[in-house]
T-cell receptor
Framework: DVKVTQSSRYLVKRTGEKVFLECVQD?????MFWYRQDPGLGLRLIYF???????EKGDIPEGYSVSREKKERFSLILESASTNQTSMYLC????????????FGSGTRLTVV | TQLLEQSPQFLSIQEGENLTVYCNSS?????LQWYRQEPGEGPVLLVT?????EVKKLKRLTFQFGDARKDSSLHITAAQPGDTGLYLC?????????????FGKGTLLTVNP
């Protein structure tokens, strides 16, 4: 079964910490995405990557960075965590062709205290 | 910026009832996808529709893409508690961004036994 795996289901971090969220896919997909999901706001795109070492900002990149050193792995970095970054973070991957869906991971529920 | 509006935002019904969820936009999409997300999990792709007027059926779920490719609907017949979840529609772009999806904010469906 094809999979997108996020390294942690739940994380609790302190304000000011540097936080790494890891995502690995086993489908050889070119595209990978990071979203955050908040009640009433839906899914908001943080960053996406369409190739190794390539990245583009999404709609809400402030306070985040990403790394894609290998095709199967896409990391989201919170440089200095803040309480307003408490959220559900979802990683997804897809092929770079129209009309194909995303495969999502199970999500990481991050709480910043 | 392309936007997708979903309605209703919340829906609570009894087992056995029928329901329809709507996804509307002023923009034309190359495709329209529907996802279901269960609590604590990532969204899972249900269907993709690509042709204006297209209708697809998945057991008790019927999906329709509007003739102008600006809207879509999801109809569930004889809803069951297992249908409970967040239903998200997502529109595929065109041209160079065709691998990026625009998500609606979702319809939270609760089916009571």
């Amino acid at each position: 079964d094809v999979k997108v795996t996020q390294s942690s289901r739940y994380l609790v971090k302190r304000t000011g910490e540097k936080v790494f969220l890891e995502c690995v896919q086993d489908m050889d997909h070119e595209n990978m995405f990071w979203y955050r999901q908040d009640p009433g706001l839906g899914l908001r795109l943080i960053y996406f990557s369409y190739d190794v070492k390539m990245k583009e900002k999404g709609d809400i990149p402030e306070g985040y960075s990403v790394s894609r050193e290998k095709k199967e792995r896409f990391s989201l970095i919170l440089e200095s965590a803040s309480t307003n970054q408490t959220s559900m973070y979802l990683c997804a991957s897809s092929v770079p062709r129209n009309n194909y869906g995303y495969t999502f991971g199970s999500g990481t529920r991050l709480t910043v205290v | 910026t392309q936007l997708l509006e979903q309605s209703p935002q919340f829906l609570s019904i009894q087992e056995g009832e029928n329901l329809t969820v709507y996804c509307n936009s002023s923009s034309v999409f190359s495709s329209l996808q529907w996802y279901r997300q269960e609590p604590g999990e990532g969204p899972v792709l249900l269907v993709t529709v690509v042709t204006g007027g297209e209708v697809k059926k998945l057991k008790r779920l019927t999906f329709q893409f509007g003739d102008a490719r600006k809207d879509s609907s999801l109809h569930i017949t004889a809803a069951q508690p297992g249908d409970t979840g967040l239903y998200l529609c997502a529109g595929g772009g065109s041209g160079g961004s065709n691998y990026k999806l625009t998500f609606g904010k979702g319809t939270l469906l609760t089916v009571n036994p």
